[in-house]
């Protein structure tokens, strides 16, 4: 986890946000951490600590403007901060169901545009979904027992995009041995 992104987070007063868990940043980082220990490159792990940066579908308190976004990319880099974007852009309801599918719609919350994300964009889109939400499930069991049969059936469909020690890690945090 790079000093200037942990700067910027900082910064932008992510250590003071309420969050599951603690604070936004305790997140942010625990979210990088995992990233990194499932193997996952550089570029990932920096999106997975700064994953919320410009809010999400789920979260919407944002850190910085996204008419800043060349701030978010001097400090962790144009690959990470796009899937920063990518990932803060999605509108869940309109995208989740058709990730696994090449040719499946991936909608902008903050455009409306849509897209068909490469392999590469929906393997690390739903790396990166399933370490922020494996992460609140963990410090959250009121999360876990509301939203894990859920998340556990969002994970199974999107077991091709998921790395080995992603999909471990969710069989192992929602108590499931599913496929």
């Not at 790396?127 to 009121?142: F, G, Q, R």
Request: negative net charge.
């Amino acid at each position: 986890m790079t000093a200037e992104a942990l700067a910027i987070l900082q910064a932008a007063g992510a250590d003071g946000i309420e969050h599951p868990g603690g604070t936004l940043l305790a997140h942010l980082k625990r979210v990088g951490a995992l990233l990194a220990s499932w193997g996952a490159r550089p570029a990932l792990v920096s999106a997975g600590l700064c994953h919320a940066f410009y809010g999400t579908d789920g979260f919407p308190v944002a850190l910085m403007d996204l008419g800043r976004r060349a701030e978010l990319v001097e400090a962790i880099g144009v690959e990470a901060e796009a899937l920063v974007y990518l990932y803060a852009s999605c509108d869940r309801s309109s995208s989740y169901r058709g990730l696994t599918d090449d040719a499946g719609m991936f909608v902008d919350r903050f455009t409306g545009t849509r897209v068909r994300p490469g392999l590469e964009a929906r393997r690390d889109f739903a790396e990166l979904t399933a370490a922020n939400e494996l992460d609140i499930a963990v410090i959250s069991p009121e999360v876990r027992t509301r939203y894990g049969a859920d998340l556990l059936g969002l994970f199974t469909r999107w077991r091709p995009l998921l790395s080995e020690p992603a999909w471990a890690h969710c069989r192992s945090v929602l108590g499931q041995a599913a496929g």
